[in-house]
């Protein structure tokens, strides 16, 4: 089926099926948001900071408290909600208008995605296009539950993919990405090596630095006058102590795989005088060696093992540490999808992937989280990790013949 879908796909004009899939995306979208009310607890939140910031300032929206986002996203907030008081739109969690600006966003990301994958081969580039626009993850928590996790997952893959080529282009996309959510902090460790991967490796570190820090520093200037500290404390400091629970509705293994109640403090002791959230911590900074050391040693194209690590890293975030929600998985599929396109080993985890944390989202969103009955998806998810896992150790076997390694984007 794969191979007789790719003969169709040949046949498409590029531009086409791009056009195809952003058309399709949007439809979907949009008769999803018109059709359900989603998560509204989320969406009566983000309203709330609209309005927050439209007749205070953002400053003073800080100060005031309650925001735990960074300002990238209010931003969008704040010109919405001017528009839609200037036109008398009545805004109401739960309603079509409370979900247009993830929409809105998740479309104008989409050229940007296209412009991305320019240089692949004309197949892996329409599959890769596909992955994003049709991704029902992305869809879903866009339309549905009215969140913008699409943000940080799109501009850490760019980051990722970009910081072999263009080291600073991929800076000013992890410091937006910073600056709509602290998540995208689990990729550092990846950009930080693959920067140092080749020379020269002093100036590309430099231009990673620099296009980051030129991107925060102009999101935050708004900030500068007060509300700076506020919205640092409150977005990027209190939010990681925010619910201190093993877990909130993600299906990693502290969701009653261990016998202990997804809903227990993570400050409690576990092993060796340790909390469950230090033995969290210890197990992502392991997989996150694991991961930098794949990336040191694999033959493949620097692009691709950098997005294969940054998605191990990301996934194991996920997976290994406490406090974690159901959406923390978004950025995990979004890179995994992307590999999918370039490389046939990785389509089984991104398919796993994406139809376990779309089942997350839909019984958080629309029902109940039942321990016993939702159990698979944990298993599930540890089945496409350690897939991940084999694929990568694979790679840098000592002795083992090398695969093809999978080419740049100019293939």
Same mark, same amino acid.
């Not at 949007?26 to 007749?55: P, S």
């Not at 293994?253 to 809903?263: E, G, Q, V």
């Not at 929600?325 to 999918?340: K, M």
């Given at each position: 089926?794969?191979?007789?879908s790719?003969?169709?796909?040949?046949k498409i004009p590029?531009?086409?099926?791009?056009v195809?899939?952003?058309?399709?995306?949007?439809?979907i979208?949009?008769?999803?948001?018109?059709t359900t009310?989603?998560y509204v607890?989320?969406?009566a939140?983000f309203?709330?900071?609209?309005?927050?910031?439209?007749t205070?300032g953002?400053?003073?929206?800080?100060?005031a408290?309650?925001?735990d986002?960074?300002?990238?996203?209010?931003?969008?907030?704040?010109?919405?909600?001017?528009?839609?008081?200037?036109?008398?739109?009545?805004?109401r969690?739960?309603t079509?208008?409370?979900?247009?600006?993830?929409?809105?966003?998740?479309?104008?990301l989409?050229?940007?995605?296209?412009?991305?994958?320019?240089?692949?081969?004309?197949?892996?580039?329409?599959?890769?296009?596909?992955?994003y626009c049709?991704n029902?993850?992305?869809i879903?928590?866009?339309?549905?539950?009215g969140?913008?996790?699409v943000?940080?997952?799109?501009?850490a893959?760019a980051?990722?993919?970009?910081v072999s080529k263009?080291?600073?282009?991929?800076?000013?996309?992890f410091?937006?990405?910073?600056?709509?959510?602290f998540e995208?902090? &689990?990729? #550092?460790p990846? =950009?930080l090596t +693959?920067a140092? @991967?080749?020379?020269?490796? /002093?100036? !590309?570190?430099? $231009?990673?630095?620099?296009?980051?820090?030129?991107?925060?520093?102009?999101?935050?200037?708004?900030?500068?006058?007060?509300?700076?500290?506020?919205?640092?404390?409150s977005?990027?400091?209190?939010?990681?102590?925010?619910?201190p629970?093993?877990?909130?509705?993600?299906?990693?293994?502290?969701?009653?795989f261990?016998?202990?109640?997804?809903?227990?403090?993570?400050?409690?002791?576990?092993?060796?005088g340790?909390t469950?959230?230090? &033995?969290g #911590?210890?197990? =992502?900074?392991? +997989?996150?060696? @694991?991961a930098?050391?794949? /990336?040191? !040693?694999?033959? $493949?194209?620097l692009?691709?093992r950098?997005?294969?690590?940054?998605?191990?890293v990301?996934?194991s975030?996920?997976?290994?540490?406490?406090?974690m929600?159901?959406r923390y998985v978004?950025?995990a599929?979004?890179?995994?999808?992307?590999?999918a396109?370039l490389?046939?080993?990785?389509?089984?985890?991104?398919t796993?992937?994406?139809?376990?944390?779309?089942?997350n989202?839909?019984?958080?969103?629309?029902?109940?989280?039942?321990?016993?009955?939702?159990?698979?998806?944990?298993?599930?998810n540890l089945a496409?990790?350690g897939a991940?896992?084999?694929?990568?150790?694979r790679e840098?076997m000592p002795?083992?013949?090398a695969?093809?390694p999978?080419?740049e984007?100019t293939?």
């Amino acid at each position: 089926m794969s191979e007789a879908s790719a003969r169709i796909v040949h046949k498409i004009p590029a531009w086409a099926w791009f056009v195809a899939c952003c058309l399709a995306s949007l439809a979907i979208q949009l008769a999803l948001a018109a059709t359900t009310r989603g998560y509204v607890a989320d969406q009566a939140i983000f309203l709330r900071w609209a309005e927050a910031v439209r007749t205070a300032g953002l400053s003073r929206a800080y100060e005031a408290g309650g925001i735990d986002y960074p300002p990238l996203y209010l931003y969008v907030l704040d010109a919405y909600a001017r528009l839609a008081s200037a036109l008398h739109l009545g805004l109401r969690p739960g309603t079509f208008w409370a979900k247009l600006p993830g929409i809105a966003i998740y479309a104008a990301l989409m050229p940007a995605m296209w412009a991305l994958s320019r240089g692949m081969r004309a197949e892996k580039r329409r599959w890769a296009i596909a992955g994003y626009c049709l991704n029902p993850v992305l869809i879903f928590g866009t339309a549905v539950w009215g969140q913008v996790d699409v943000i940080d997952a799109t501009l850490a893959l760019a980051a990722v993919w970009l910081v072999s080529k263009r080291p600073l282009v991929a800076g000013v996309a992890f410091g937006l990405g910073l600056a709509a959510k602290f998540e995208t902090i &689990v990729v #550092l460790p990846v =950009l930080l090596t +693959a920067a140092w @991967a080749q020379p020269p490796r /002093l100036r !590309r570190l430099g $231009q990673l630095a620099c296009g980051a820090l030129m991107s925060l520093v102009l999101v935050a200037l708004p900030l500068w006058g007060g509300g700076l500290w506020p919205m640092i404390r409150s977005a990027y400091i209190a939010t990681t102590g925010e619910y201190p629970y093993l877990s909130m509705n993600a299906m990693n293994i502290w969701f009653d795989f261990f016998d202990a109640s997804p809903y227990a403090s993570d400050r409690a002791p576990a092993i060796l005088g340790l909390t469950y959230k230090e &033995v969290g #911590l210890s197990l =992502l900074a392991a +997989a996150c060696l @694991a991961a930098l050391a794949y /990336l040191v !040693r694999s033959r $493949q194209a620097l692009s691709i093992r950098a997005t294969s690590a940054a998605a191990f890293v990301g996934f194991s975030f996920f997976m290994l540490a406490t406090e974690m929600h159901e959406r923390y998985v978004v950025l995990a599929v979004t890179l995994v999808s992307w590999l999918a396109a370039l490389d046939r080993r990785w389509r089984a985890v991104a398919t796993a992937l994406a139809f376990s944390a779309f089942w997350n989202l839909w019984v958080v969103c629309f029902g109940a989280v039942n321990a016993q009955q939702d159990a698979w998806m944990v298993y599930l998810n540890l089945a496409a990790y350690g897939a991940m896992g084999v694929v990568m150790a694979r790679e840098v076997m000592p002795g083992r013949r090398a695969r093809r390694p999978v080419a740049e984007a100019t293939e």
